[in-house]
């Protein structure tokens, strides 16, 4: 009997230790089949992660190539939702123009944009920018040592309190006041300024700040100060231009035309700097608000004497600011200048303060360049740069270099072949005009293209 139970007893325990590894081994598989899911699931989230960056990085790299070849049916021309604008910062000094470009999605006054003035903001495209300033400068003002509070230095008063001040970072001259909102200014202080002292064809640029609310700049075509007592047929206080942050209008005769993506003089809520360039000849007038064309006068039938710049501010709410003013000659084209010397100059080029970095102003200037080598397959240039006297030797050399080599590369991205192009420096070494002058320093920071 006791025999049996002891069999018995060892038949259980046997079978218990039976159960006992059954279970370690299920434990076993069981683990091991939920390692396997685990797995299998991370690899199928890993595949479908690499899909969705796949996907993501076709998109970025098919925008990159829209905006390479210039897809303009992808880009707003009103109600844009995001702008991308050259703001430009800075100081303007000796030898080298200033202010330091950003891309981003900014207002100009510096903070984030809002879904309200994003919806208005304009989108700058300088490819296609047809200014090309003169070539000889006759005036030129861009604040450089000037003292602040005190009356612009190189200007003469006809009425309103105009002054120096420094805004954004920046010497600019600070319209405080202009006699009955409007209708005064200042105007250039020059030797000849009694006389007609605009040539046949002339540029004028200048930058200017326009606040949220309603505000003008007024360009009058005559010397309001100097030239009241010449000949009536010019003596001309209702011949101007006038500039409106997203418009320009000309005396009664031509009514506001808007930049592109604006159809009224609604403001568009985003304080914002612009760059004006005026273009006469005796054909036509033509005026530019940054990257657009806004007017074409063709034959106003009268001749331009003087400059005076006012500020129009509607209930004495608004203040103006404006800077970098040159009032050029206008030149012979390029080409023709090429033909007879074998070579062309331009002031057209702007950089940032000792820096490389192309202003897109200047784009006007190179768009010409690259055409006229389209057009002429068998031109081959040397780009060439050059500063005024301010710094050091060594500096201006390398900056000059690393400009023009920034000149060449920009015209090879527009297609011109690397074989038709090659760029040098040749820093202040050979000056044009007298640096002992903003003239004469403006006129010696310049660009060549230099026929090889």
């Not at 200042?186 to 009694?194: C, E, Q």
Request: glycine share 8%; hydrophobic share 35%; with cysteine.
């Amino acid at each position: 009997m006791k025999k049996m139970i002891g069999n018995v007893l060892a038949f259980l325990f046997l079978l218990a230790v039976t159960n006992v590894n059954a279970q370690i081994d299920l434990n076993k598989v069981v683990n091991r089949s939920v390692k396997k899911a685990e797995r299998s699931v991370e690899n199928r989230v890993e595949k479908r992660i690499d899909n969705g960056v796949d996907k993501s990085l076709d998109a970025v790299e098919d925008g990159i190539d829209d905006a390479v070849k210039g897809d303009d049916s992808k880009s707003t021309n009103s109600n844009a939702k995001t702008k991308t604008e050259t703001n430009t910062k800075g100081k303007s000094s000796s030898g080298n123009q200033s202010e330091t470009s950003k891309t981003e999605t900014k207002t100009q006054s510096g903070k984030a944009a809002t879904d309200d003035t994003l919806k208005s903001a304009p989108v700058l495209q300088w490819a296609k920018y047809d200014f090309v300033p003169g070539t000889e400068i006759i005036f030129e003002d861009n604040q450089e040592g000037e003292q602040n509070g005190e009356f612009p230095s190189k200007w003469d008063l006809k009425s309103g309190s105009i002054e120096n001040a420094n805004f954004d970072g920046q010497n600019v001259i600070y319209f405080m006041k202009c006699n009955n909102n409007g209708g005064g200014g200042i105007v250039p202080l020059l030797k000849n300024s009694n006389s007609d002292y605009l040539p046949e064809e002339f540029t004028i640029e200048f930058d200017a700040y326009f606040e949220e609310k309603a505000s003008s700049y007024i360009v009058y075509l005559a010397d309001h100060k100097n030239q009241q007592k010449l000949d009536a047929s010019f003596h001309a206080i209702d011949k101007w231009v006038r500039i409106q942050k997203n418009g320009a209008e000309y005396k009664q005769d031509i009514s506001t035309k808007f930049y592109p993506g604006f159809s009224n003089a609604v403001n568009d809520k985003l304080a914002k700097w612009r760059h004006v360039s005026i273009s006469f000849n005796i054909r036509a007038l033509k005026v530019y608000l940054d990257d657009a064309r806004i007017l074409n006068i063709p034959n106003l039938g009268y001749n331009p004497t003087g400059i005076t710049l006012g500020y129009h501010n509607p209930g004495s709410t608004t203040k103006g600011y404006v800077k970098n003013i040159r009032i050029a000659r206008g030149a012979v084209p390029l080409y023709d200048k090429f033909l007879t010397d074998g070579k062309f100059v331009t002031t057209g080029i702007k950089f940032d303060v000792n820096k490389a970095t192309i202003k897109p102003e200047s784009m006007g200037t190179i768009n010409y360049v690259v055409k006229m080598m389209q057009d002429h397959p068998e031109l081959k240039f040397s780009v060439e740069g050059h500063t005024d006297s301010d710094g050091d030797d060594a500096s201006n050399l390398k900056l000059s270099d690393a400009r023009a080599k920034a000149v060449m590369d920009q015209m090879i991205k527009l297609g011109i072949e690397k074989t038709r192009l090659t760029s040098k420096g040749l820093g202040e070494s050979k000056p044009m005009a007298g640096n002992d002058t903003p003239e004469g320093k403006a006129q010696n920071r310049r660009v060549e293209f230099v026929k090889f």
